[in-house]
Nanobody
Framework: QVRPVESGGGTVQAGASLRLSCLAS????????MGWFRQAPGKEREFVAG????????WYGDRVKGRFTISGDVAKNTVYLQANNLRSDDTAIYYC?????????????????WGQGTQVIVSS
């Protein structure tokens, strides 16, 4: 199974925006959707946002609601994460992964096939 590939990370100042991409070229047939997670040094992996391929439904972690937007392009097998008004505590490696089972999910245990991640650094 081909792992997804994340891109779009970088170093920005607080208040700036970034658009992360997750190319799921090996998308599992029948998979429900994709999720974005992040992990800062010394911290647990945190749910950021999820997207359902067929319905376009989206769901978010509490700390990014109102600032981040997840979207997807089914034809391109790509999910995007638009991150606005970035803060220093958004600094982390951002990962995407596949959600196979139906329904929204927030735990990393409920996702499979993780990418290598893309680094986001927000300086204050």
């Amino acid at each position: 199974q081909v792992r997804p590939v994340e891109s779009g990370g970088g170093t920005v100042q607080a208040g700036a925006s970034l658009r992360l991409s997750c190319l799921a070229s090996g998308r599992v047939l029948g998979s429900y959707g994709m999720g974005w997670f992040r992990q800062a040094p010394g911290k647990e992996r945190e749910f950021v946002a999820g997207f359902a391929w067929d319905t376009g439904d989206s769901w978010y972690g509490d700390r990014v609601k109102g600032r981040f937007t997840i979207s997807g392009d089914v034809a391109k097998n790509t999910v995007y994460l638009q991150a606005n008004n970035l803060r220093s505590d958004d600094t982390a490696i951002y990962y995407c992964a596949s959600r196979l089972a139906m329904g929204m999910a927030w735990s990393p245990d409920q996702y499979v096939s993780w990418g290598q991640g893309t680094q986001v650094i927000v300086s204050s």
